[in-house]
């Protein structure tokens, strides 16, 4: 049974988050039932049907129109999996403050073949990672203490390191941390932490480099023995 | 004036080739009714400085914009709802339309490589393909006056097969980035050149359009009027004249000929209404796009005579061509943890490497018959939502990483010349219909080993190149069966309807006048006799202005 067909709940009230957690287990026990030699594997699911922007969308209206789709529970599971992938550090705050949660989740319930694909690999990863920390700790993935949490990602989320028959899982982790950067760094803070400082009209010349990028960058080229010239 | 009345020229298309025909007809004084199958638009639409966060998903391609949320196109893309086209079996081909005002000047990427004395001339050169009915010192005056008149930036090095413009006709090119001078480096090591790119775009003030202000995506359209489109230069310059006619909105299915052969306009479809309208002029210009106006003239069937129309030579649909399209990327430890600057310039090429080993072909040395351009990009842009592709683990490490990676990527992207070949056409689909009943495009589409052993050479050149300058591949490119893009996908085809020096084998004069019919005019990329490297709208545009100057002429002494 696909996950989604047990997804269809909504508030977070402790009948809601338990007939969530069947569903999570209903997930599990798929995954346990499956080849072996394969390791965990999901189930299809059904498309999402709603209507996308169109091909001449009104660009002073750009929210997106399709519904949202995620549980609180999963929108629980995405955002502490997105503060692990993204510690808060500094200045920079964590992705949950920065509104990737709610990204993650206009990105899986978007009708397109693509998020699409997304959304099978991220709704039964998210059940995966709950349902395998209450195998393992018998809290969700959210409750579960930092140790347990990142013995459990160490599994996953290293490509040359994946644990055999969680390469699905894997899979999950790889797509669900893209999608969480491209969110981040995509954000006026993101901005500022990676140093983008583009989007500026100006006017007159292109100025090029600032002095210390072309002092740097001869300095590059001069020390691997070739020539520079300025630009 | 109204579409019903007749008018001088009746001008199908609005594109680059349609507008140019368009603008040069009413600057000489003639009534022209233009019609486009699309929407009215103008950039002033654009949201140019809109970021990423902004837009749904961040702004990435879906069905709905192939090319991301922002970009110009609408209404079009690779498929369109209702207007399909199909394919042989065997073949694959990707056809790209923007159905709008200004058709895909809207959001061409302005790279703007005039074509040189060899280009014109490649079956004189290797014995294959054809020949142009030009040459190119023929065409220099038209490509210096499209230059000016567009406003295209570039520099002249004196570089073979790329021939410098005419003094004052560019406009001065903006500064490398960092990490295009490091190419530079690299390149002149190699004896691989990396000079000033050609780009449709104003770095100074020319009429009423504005200079680049170095932010927002030239492909979302330029309100400004600094990158090129015909919606913000040709077509206003046109109506000024107060000789315009533009009816938006106009399928246009077949040209209409009268009983001594002669055009007299053309029968579409509007859209809003659902019927069936006459065009008339003294000449008709088609210029629909490549496959477009194969289309129309394959779907005219004066006396019910199956082969199309201005097609005794059979030549309608033959040598379809793409560019050679395939990519490299690598990363460079060198360019890591680089200062931060504001790296988005023009939105795109300030550096180029332009085809460099000309000599190696004419001695035998390399065993491509013809070259390729490579289109670069790197940059510190927004990071979009490929900013984590590569990079693994979690945690403050992976932070870090995205840090130290931002910038340190360069991309390498092959456009090279396709030769025609037998295998690659297009005719008509005697079976599918669109859904105005227009019976629809067939593509049969290959590529022959010349293209292939092209690609090899690209893939060794820019390994020796990243090499020199410690990179490191991204992925190992596949071999170049794999790496070749797809038939269309580098949206330049060209060839469908070829000019040429005699009527037998080919389709137009070289004023894009089909021998057939004395006042049909073709001024798109259907005329191309070959497919040079160079990107083709900038020789699209020249040649289309050479071919209006010759129907104004003709108007004017009355001969049409
Ligand atoms: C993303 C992108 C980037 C590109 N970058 C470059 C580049 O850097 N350099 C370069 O040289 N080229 C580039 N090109 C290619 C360039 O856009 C085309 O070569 C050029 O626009 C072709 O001009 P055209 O007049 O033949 O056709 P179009 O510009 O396509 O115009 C044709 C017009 O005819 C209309 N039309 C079609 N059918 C009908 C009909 N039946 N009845 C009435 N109207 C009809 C269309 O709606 C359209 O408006 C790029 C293209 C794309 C999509
Ligand atoms: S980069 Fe310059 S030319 Fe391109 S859209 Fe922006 S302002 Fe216009």
Redesign the pocket.
């Known amino acids: 049974m696909p996950i989604s067909e047990s997804s269809d709940l909504v508030m977070i009230d402790r009948r809601v988050t338990l007939k969530w957690l069947m569903g999570a287990m209903a997930a599990g026990q798929l995954a346990a039932c499956g080849d072996g030699a394969k390791g965990v594997t999901w189930a299809e699911m059904e498309a999402i049907k709603a209507k996308g922007y169109g091909t001449d969308p009104d660009f002073n209206n750009t929210v997106a129109p399709w519904p949202l789709t995620m549980t609180q529970a999963e929108l629980v599971a995405a955002s502490s999996l997105a503060d692990i992938i993204l510690p808060a550090e500094g200045d920079y705050p964590a992705p949950s403050k920065l509104g990737v949660p709610a990204f993650i989740n206009e990105w899986v319930s978007a009708p397109y073949p693509d998020q699409h694909k997304d959304r099978v690999l991220i709704i039964n990863g998210l059940a995966w990672l709950d349902q395998e920390s209450r195998a393992r700790s018998g809290a969700i993935f959210a409750s579960a203490d930092t140790a347990a949490q990142k013995a459990l990602l160490d599994e996953i989320a290293y490509k040359d390191r994946v644990k055999p028959g969680l390469e699905k899982p894997a899979e999950f982790f790889s797509r669900f941390r893209s999608i969480t950067l491209g969110a981040y760094y995509t954000t006026p803070e993101g901005w500022t932490e990676i140093g983008y400082v583009g989007n500026q009209p100006g006017t007159g010349d292109y100025p090029g480099p600032t002095p210390e990028a072309a002092a740097h960058i001869k300095a590059v080229i001069e020390g691997m023995g070739l020539k520079y010239t300025a630009p | 004036m109204t579409p019903d009345e007749p008018h001088d020229a009746v001008v199908?298309?609005?594109?680059?080739?349609?507008?140019m025909a368009a603008w040069v007809l009413t600057r000489a004084g003639a009534s022209v009714l233009m019609?486009?199958?699309?929407r009215d638009y103008s950039p002033d639409e654009s949201p140019m400085l809109n970021m990423a966060m902004d837009a749904p998903l961040r702004g990435v391609g879906t069905p709905d914009k192939r090319?991301g949320y922002y970009?110009a196109?609408v209404d079009?893309g690779w498929d369109m709802p209702g207007e399909p086209y199909t394919m042989a079996e065997g073949s694959e081909f990707m056809w790209?339309?923007?159905?709008?005002?200004?058709?895909?000047?809207n959001?061409?990427?302005?790279?703007?490589f005039r074509m040189g004395p060899y280009d014109f001339k490649p079956r004189t050169r290797d014995g294959l393909g054809v020949d142009w009915p030009v040459t190119y010192d023929d065409m220099a005056p038209w490509y210096d006056k499209t230059e000016k008149l567009v406003g295209v930036y570039g520099s002249n090095d004196g570089l073979e097969n790329h021939p410098n413009s005419g003094p004052g006709v560019l406009q001065t090119p903006p500064k490398f980035r960092v990490w295009e001078t490091f190419l530079k480096a690299g390149g002149d090591a190699i004896n691989i050149p990396v000079v000033a790119a050609r780009?449709a775009i104003l770095t100074k003030q020319i009429d009423e359009r504005s200079p680049c202000y170095w932010a927002s995506a030239c492909?979302r359209g330029c309100s400004i009027g600094a990158a090129f489109q015909?919606t913000t230069s040709l077509i206003p310059w046109a109506k000024t004249t107060g000789k315009l006619t533009i009816a938006t909105g106009?399928?246009?299915?077949e040209v209409i000929l009268d009983a001594t052969g002669k055009a007299t306009g053309v029968r579409?479809i509007d859209k809003a209404t659902g019927s069936h309208k006459e065009a008339k002029g003294r000449v008709v210009v088609v210029?629909?796009?490549?496959g477009?106006?194969a289309?129309?003239l394959l779907n005219s069937k004066p006396n019910g005579r199956s082969e199309g129309l201005a097609n005794s030579s059979g030549q309608v649909g033959r040598n379809l061509m793409d560019t050679v399209g395939s990519n490299i990327s690598a990363y460079f430890p060198q360019l890591e943890g680089r200062p931060r600057y504001n790296e988005d310039g023009a939105m795109g090429l300030h550096a180029y490497i332009p085809f460099w080993d000309y000599k190696r072909i004419q001695s035998g040395e390399v065993d491509t018959p013809r070259g390729y351009h490579v289109e670069i990009g790197g940059s510190f842009g927004d990071p979009g939502m490929g900013v984590g592709s590569g990079l693994d683990g979690y945690g403050s490490s992976l932070r870090a990483d995205v840090k130290r990676r931002y910038g340190s990527r360069i991309g390498f992207t092959q456009r090279g010349e396709m030769i025609p070949n037998a295998n690659s056409y297009c005719s008509i689909d005697t079976e599918t219909k669109d859904k105005f009943g227009?019976p629809v495009l067939k593509f049969n589409f290959a590529w022959s080993d010349n293209e292939l052993k092209q690609v090899k050479h690209f893939q060794t050149s820019m390994k020796e190149l990243i090499d020199k300058l410690g990179g490191t591949l991204v992925s190992e490119p596949d071999e170049p069966a794999k790496a070749i893009s797809k038939g269309g996908e580098i949206?330049?085809e060209?060839g469908t309807c070829r000019m040429g020096s005699d009527a037998r084998d080919s389709v137009t004069n070289q004023f894009g006048k089909t021998w057939d019919v004395d006042n049909l005019y073709l001024?798109?990329?259907?005329v191309f006799a070959s497919k040079a490297h160079?990107?083709?709208?900038?020789?699209?545009m020249a040649l289309?202005m050479r071919s209006a100057d010759n129907i104004a002429t003709r108007l004017r002494t009355g001969e049409l």
Do not use: C
Request: no cysteine; charged share 15%; net charge positive.
């Open positions: 199908v298309g609005s594109g680059a080739g349609g507008a019609l486009e199958a699309g090319f970009d196109t079009g790209w339309r923007s159905r709008m005002l200004g058709g895909r000047t959001h061409w990427a302005r790279n703007s780009r492909g015909t106009a399928m246009v299915y579409y210029a629909a796009s490549t477009e106006t289309r129309i227009i949206i330049h060209v001024t798109d990329g259907s160079k990107n083709p709208t900038i020789t699209i289309a």
